[in-house]
């Protein structure tokens, strides 16, 4: 009976000691202040902005990131670590300070380029040199795009390419601005029908009248 006393005291003073950690943990939580980050992100020369950079307290769920002018505002703790990312720049960290007299921190960070030398690499589809030459003079020279005795292309080629090209600029404006003028006239009004224009009609009689709609040898 004394040995399961002893153990239901151990058990009840192990969990008021467990209690007191928490409360005292979730006070020193709850002691932590607010602070609002904000400043603007440069580049190396402070010349010029840096949009889209990530700002985030790791592990946290709080995170922002950089405006078009560099500028941008998240709210932190005393005693976080901001993360600074952007891909081709270094990473930098800035350790919000603790027990701040004043709520609002800016800052000016300068981000610096993250340079990576890559080793030199020789690309050869072949193993060999031999092969290489082997292959070359194993080429079939009578391909689809074969060229002609004055360098250019041949015409079967030009007409296949002709055939595939897609639209030029060019077109692709005209097309365009044809579709809006009919699509302002089908809001506005109806389309013109020149079989019922009397303008047309008196132009098309003329012409007859001249002998343009002759055939000309």
């Given at each position: 009976m004394r040995v399961h006393i002893y153990h239901i005291i151990t058990l009840v003073f192990f969990?008021?000691?467990?209690?007191?950690?928490?409360?005292?943990?979730?006070?020193?939580?709850?002691?932590?202040?607010?602070i609002?980050?904000?400043?603007?992100?440069?580049?190396?020369?402070?010349?010029?902005?840096?949009?889209?950079?990530?700002?985030?307290?790791?592990?946290?769920?709080?995170?922002?990131?950089?405006?078009?002018?560099?500028?941008?505002?998240l709210p932190v703790l005393e005693g976080d670590s901001v993360i600074f990312s952007f891909i081709g720049l270094q990473k930098q960290t800035f350790k919000v300070p603790e027990k701040l007299e004043d709520d609002k921190i800016s800052l000016i960070l300068t981000m610096q380029v993250d340079e990576i030398a890559l080793a030199e690499i020789e690309v050869m589809p072949f193993p060999t040199e031999d092969e290489f030459k082997r292959q070359i003079l194993a080429m079939n020279y009578e391909a689809p795009m074969a060229i002609d005795t004055r360098g250019n292309m041949s015409s079967e080629t030009l007409l296949r390419w002709a055939e595939n090209m897609p639209a030029s600029g060019n077109e692709n404006m005209r097309y365009f601005r044809q579709n809006q003028v009919m699509q302002i006239q089908d809001r506005y009004g109806p389309r013109p029908f020149t079989l019922l224009d009397p303008f047309a009609w008196n132009k098309f009689i003329q012409s007859i009248k001249r002998g343009d709609l002759k055939k000309r040898d």
């Open positions: 969990g008021l000691l467990l209690s007191q950690s928490q409360e005292a943990h979730a006070q020193t939580k709850e002691e932590r202040k607010v609002q980050l904000s400043g603007i992100i440069l580049n190396s020369d402070s010349t010029d902005a840096v949009p889209g950079v990530n700002v985030y307290v790791p592990k946290k769920g709080r995170g922002t990131s950089s405006g078009r002018y560099g500028y941008f505002s």
